[in-house]
C-alpha cells in the first residue's frame, strides 16, 4: 500500500519561510511527476509546482520566484521550500505523484492528507 506523508506546514509571519516535505513509502515501482498542490478555503484545489523523474519543474505563476521544488528520487521524496510567502498563500498543502506499484501496473495518482501553511499578515 503506497503512502504519502507530509510535514513541514505551519504558521508563519507574511516575508517568512517554511519548507514543506513529503515522503512516499510502500510498494513502490516507480515514481513519474510529483508535485505540490493547494486548496484554500471556499476555493478550488490548484496546482503550486510539479517536478517530472528527470528534474523538470513548472510553477504556478503567482510563485515563481518564490517557491523552489526539488525531488529526492533515491528517496521517494518530495520539497518545497516556499520564501517570502504572503498571506495568499495561505492553504492547505497536498503532496501528489504519480506512482508505478509494479513494473506492469500503470501509474496510479496518489494524495498526501495535506499540511496546514498560514500567513498572518
Known amino acids: 500500500q503506497v503512502q504519502l506523508v507530509e510535514s513541514g506546514g505551519g504558521l508563519v509571519q507574511a516575508g517568512g519561510s517554511l519548507r514543506l516535505s513529503c515522503a512516499a513509502s510502500g510498494t513502490i515501482f516507480s515514481i513519474n511527476a510529483m508535485g505540490w498542490y493547494r486548496q484554500a478555503p471556499g476555493q478550488q484545489r490548484e496546482l503550486v509546482a510539479t517536478?517530472?523523474?528527470?528534474?523538470?519543474?513548472n510553477y504556478e505563476n503567482s510563485v515563481k520566484g518564490r517557491f523552489t521544488i526539488s525531488r529526492d528520487n533515491a528517496k521517494n521524496t518530495v520539497h518545497l521550500q516556499m520564501n517570502s510567502l504572503k498571506p495568499e498563500d495561505t492553504a492547505v498543502y497536498y503532496c501528489?505523484?504519480?506512482?508505478?506499484?509494479?513494473?506492469?501496473?500503470?501509474?496510479?495518482?496518489?494524495w498526501g492528507q495535506g499540511t496546514q501553511v498560514t500567513v498572518s499578515s
Open positions: 517536478i517530472t523523474g528527470g528534474g523538470t519543474t
Open positions: 501528489n505523484a504519480g506512482i508505478r506499484v509494479f513494473s506492469w501496473n500503470n501509474p496510479q495518482n496518489y
